[in-house]
């Protein structure tokens, strides 16, 4: 994934909120595992900086 990873996980992972997730991206993780903003089933850094901390 290389330069690619932060975006493409973010992708998987997909809206923060998960009621939103089922409505704009119904096979993410958060869609199918997450039950609400808070409990939304992953976290996905918003940078590579973010991510390498």
């Known amino acids: 994934m290389g330069?690619?990873?932060?975006?493409?996980?973010?992708?998987?992972?997909?809206?923060t909120d998960s009621s939103v997730?089922?409505?704009?991206?119904?096979?993410?993780?958060?869609?199918?595992?997450?039950t609400d903003g808070t409990k939304n089933a992953g976290h996905g850094s918003d940078s590579l900086a973010s991510a390498a901390r």
């Open 3 to 15: 330069d690619e990873a932060v975006s493409t996980w973010r992708k998987v992972l997909g809206p």
């Open 21 to 34: 997730a089922q409505k704009d991206a119904a096979n993410s993780l958060r869609a199918q595992f997450g």
